[in-house]
């Protein structure tokens, strides 16, 4: 919650708005909370700044690279436009969706298991944690040409490549969340005559589920970074094709609308995400 | 209804034994309260988790309803130093929680927690979560969860340890009346003289660590009139006797200093 501060109660306390340092990077707890009414509109002026950079760089005025040009927002959001308009980019965005659907709910069913048993076994964390640090530092990509070695072309290939790229979060935030349950709360239960059974279902999942929600929006953000080089080998549709496709039909403005949808679905993914648990765990 | 022959507790504290408390010898009767105070450190909490059937004896043993008991009993209920209220369930399915569970799942015990709500005061924050509701409000939610299990025998530990003043008092009386209306026993862990006095019909005095049953005073009778005006029974002759009496015990077995500092209260 943040506090706001009336200037009444800041004379009040013996400061003066004068004596508050305005700017700069060293603010104090009084000056901060008293830009609350500017908090609104910084979002919307960090995005009309980040659009301003777009077309700076893009323009031919500035003159970095004439090819720039086709890449400018006026361009971008006309091919974006059309795009939206095409039946065959939904297809793209439905697939996209249902790939990282897929590999997601792979990574959920692997990872909340083992960082259940992680986070409980003091013995199994030991034995587990430097290959597990080992291996979640390769990148997913790297991967790529073994998967389809093993898996063929196809879906599945993308399917392992975005649980790999997803489970690690979900697993070590399950974990994590384990090791946090406080003791108190299975002693309570405990006295209340709970089984071990019912102490896991009533105590201990309840109390990890905030983790394991944080760890499905990490493991969302890293799968959806993921998919788009990931379905750009050897398959038919899904957004990270449909870059390609527009490349080799040199329809580069239709380049950039993609990469403006493919962030435009990531943030209202991980938006909505962060709204369900703020909402179902705002009191914990 | 509760004995305690023999009981010690030994444990390892950095790599060292250490015995919380031994030799200790207890009963609690039907439907009285038995205060136990002693400076800290000196093994209440650990016994009272030795009832529980929490932590296992080292020595002795523990019989309730004449049968040895090696765990929790469901009649038994526990009413902790913290609320312990679960963060993401309202002060209603807090209060309701012990018939999730098998031990205590009854038909009709959902609709029980309503009218314990209305018996603790909080039936209009029965939607309330316990981040929203004060420490003394969250000490009777966690009461109301203990008394669905219906026990016949209640283990407080220092529950209003983290309460002001006036709010524990407060508190402390209306316990006592529905603990008496219910016939209930109680053990009742403090390190805070004064409540171990208003509490108890008994007084068992330990020892500092390794706890021991150090004597077992009766307190003077406590009527509804008296417990109508607290502040009239904690100024009686009677009560600040013994008090003193208490004092002198603790002064004698070396409890006193680490503790009590707030006892000496002149009539």
């Given at each position: 919650m943040k506090m706001r501060l009336s200037p009444s109660i800041i004379l009040r306390a013996g400061l003066s708005r004068a004596g508050a340092p305005r700017s700069g990077l060293f603010r104090t707890a009084v000056s901060r909370a008293g830009e609350g009414k500017g908090a609104a509109w910084a979002p919307l002026a960090g995005l009309a700044l980040a659009l301003a950079a777009w077309t700076l760089l893009t323009s031919p005025a500035v003159g970095l690279n004439p090819i720039l040009e086709v890449f400018s927002p006026a361009r971008a959001l006309e091919a974006l436009n059309r795009v939206v308009q095409q039946q065959r980019t939904w297809t793209h965005i439905l697939v996209s969706l249902r790939r990282v659907g897929v590999g997601l709910a792979i990574a959920f069913l692997a990872g909340v298991p083992a960082g259940l048993l992680i986070g409980r076994l003091r013995w199994l964390e030991r034995a587990s944690s430097g290959a597990i640090q080992f291996v979640r530092m390769?990148?997913?990509?790297?991967w790529m040409p073994i998967a389809v070695m093993v898996l063929g072309i196809g879906d599945a290939p993308i399917y392992f490549l975005l649980a790999v790229s997803a489970v690690w979060p979900i697993l070590l935030s399950t974990a994590e969340g384990v090791r946090r349950v406080d003791r108190r709360w299975i002693e309570m239960a405990r006295s209340l005559g709970a089984s071990s059974a019912e102490i896991l279902r009533h105590v201990v999942i309840p109390a990890v589920a905030s983790h394991v929600v944080t760890g499905l929006r990490l493991g969302l953000g890293v799968a959806w970074i993921v998919l788009v080089p990931a379905e750009m080998l050897g398959v038919r549709a899904g957004l990270g094709y449909a870059i390609l496709d527009a490349r080799d039909r040199l329809a580069y403005p239709e380049v950039m609308a993609i990469i403006l949808v493919i962030g435009f679905i990531g943030w209202s993914m991980d938006a909505l995400i962060r709204r369900i648990q703020a909402q179902r765990w705002r009191v914990s | 209804m509760i004995e305690v022959a023999g009981a010690g507790k030994d444990y390892i504290l950095n790599g060292r034994a250490v015995t919380a408390f031994d030799g200790v010898d207890l009963e609690v009767r039907r439907g009285e309260i038995l205060s136990v105070v002693g400076p800290s450190g000196c093994g209440k909490s650990s016994l009272l988790k030795a009832i529980a059937g929490l932590e296992p004896l080292s020595r002795g043993e523990i019989r309730f309803e004449g049968r040895r008991l090696d765990g929790p009993d469901p009649r038994i209920g526990v009413v902790f130093q913290e609320a312990r209220l679960l963060p993401w369930l309202t002060v209603r399915e807090n209060a309701a929680l012990a018939a999730r569970f098998a031990a205590h799942r009854r038909p009709g015990a959902a609709g029980e927690v309503d009218d314990l709500l209305r018996r603790v005061g909080l039936e209009a924050f029965g939607d309330a979560y316990p981040s929203q509701v004060s420490g003394g409000m969250a000490q009777r939610a966690a009461l109301a969860r203990t008394l669905l299990q219906r026990p016949t025998a209640i283990l407080f530990?220092?529950?209003?340890?983290?309460?002001d003043a006036l709010r524990r008092m407060e508190l402390q009386i209306w316990l006592v009346r529905m603990l008496k209306e219910e016939g209930t026993a109680a053990l009742f862990v403090t390190h805070d003289l004064d409540e171990a006095l208003i509490m108890g019909d008994r007084i068992a005095v330990m020892t500092p660590r390794p706890g021991r049953i150090h004597r077992i005073y009766d307190a003077p009778p406590k009527d509804r009139r008296a417990l109508e005006q607290p502040e009239t029974l904690a100024a009686s002759r009677e009560f600040w006797e013994l008090k003193q009496s208490i004092l002198a015990d603790l002064r004698a077995t070396g409890g006193l200093g680490e503790a009590m500092a707030d006892a000496h209260v002149e009539p």
């Open positions: 390769i990148s997913p990509i790297s | 530990d220092e529950p209003f340890a983290s309460l």
